[in-house]
């Protein structure tokens, strides 16, 4: 494990799909990044008895938090998941008003309350940038992004601004609720990924946790093209590939 400030993109060959940090989010939350090694597990995290409880704390999160987003994160997911504990999240709205709600409420407000784990999700939001963390007066909120960038130096567009008005939308159906959660985590990614008019990864999406490598990750795509949800349009909701719980078709 390490961590380090801010770096340049690496440059890329072909056509690329950029990481988190290399499409550079605004904001002091992510001016920090940590690297973390791959297998490293919580009981691995706390054997040095020299840590402080603050340090222990840290890399048992780091531990659990890297397979979510690809063993680099920012300290903005430290910093959402120590929300989290708390039970309640601010968010923002377009109009740069911020309100606290419940867990409960905030995965209502962005559609994921269909799975079980409600921290897992909203960490996999993160991690493909569907929402971004700000922190003001050292607490985080959560903002949604409308339009993720295509390459690093282009604008992260934010739900509700006047930029977003121009960001093509989609939302998921109500009937995501009758997939199992694995289907539901894929179908998050890939409307997401469809959102940014890219194309779903399995090397990528391989390295989730809960997925069992790029083999599985191309049978839950199948799977989830199959259910013919994938090109469903039910209303003008988010962009971020939430789970929408309108019914009206467009």
């Known amino acids: 494990m390490g961590r380090s400030k801010s770096r340049k993109p690496r440059r890329q060959r072909g056509a690329a799909t950029y990481t988190l940090r290399q499409l550079q989010p605004p904001g002091e939350a992510y001016g920090e990044w940590f690297a973390v090694e791959r297998g490293m597990t919580a009981d691995q995290a706390v054997r040095d008895p020299q840590l402080t409880d603050d340090a222990r704390d840290l890399m048992q999160r780091l531990a659990r938090l890297g397979p979510l987003y690809d063993y680099e994160l920012p300290m903005a997911a430290i910093s959402l998941d120590m929300a989290i504990d708390l039970g309640k999240l601010g968010?923002?709205?377009?109009?740069?008003?911020?309100?606290?709600?419940?867990?409960?409420?905030?995965?209502?407000?962005?559609?994921?309350?269909?799975?079980?784990?409600?921290?897992?999700?909203?960490?996999?939001?993160?991690?493909?940038?569907?929402?971004?963390?700000?922190?003001?007066?050292?607490?985080?909120?959560?903002?949604?992004?409308?339009?993720?960038?295509?390459?690093?130096?282009?604008?992260?567009?934010?739900?509700?601004?006047?930029?977003?008005?121009?960001?093509?939308?989609?939302?998921?159906?109500?009937?995501?609720?009758?997939?199992?959660?694995?289907?539901?985590?894929?179908?998050?990614?890939?409307?997401?990924?469809?959102?940014?008019?890219?194309?779903?990864?399995?090397?990528?999406?391989?390295?989730?946790?809960?997925?069992?490598?790029?083999?599985?990750?191309?049978?839950?795509f199948n799977s989830v093209k199959a259910t013919g949800l994938l090109d469903y349009h039910g209303c003008d909701a988010c962009p971020a590939g939430h789970l929408c719980t309108r019914k009206t078709r467009r």
């Open 91 to 220: 968010l923002i709205t377009g109009n740069n008003e911020g309100s606290l709600l419940s867990l409960n409420d905030l995965a209502g407000q962005l559609g994921v309350n269909g799975t079980s784990d409600v921290r897992t999700s909203l960490h996999r939001l993160h991690s493909i940038g569907a929402l971004l963390v700000e922190l003001h007066d050292d607490t985080p909120l959560v903002r949604v992004v409308a339009n993720r960038p295509s390459k690093p130096g282009d604008p992260w567009i934010f739900q509700g601004t006047p930029e977003s008005a121009n960001v093509p939308s989609v939302c998921i159906p109500e009937q995501a609720r009758e997939l199992s959660a694995e289907q539901i985590s894929t179908l998050m990614y890939m409307r997401a990924c469809q959102s940014q008019m890219e194309q779903p990864d399995p090397e990528k999406y391989g390295r989730f946790e809960g997925i069992n490598g790029p083999d599985h990750a191309r049978e839950l």
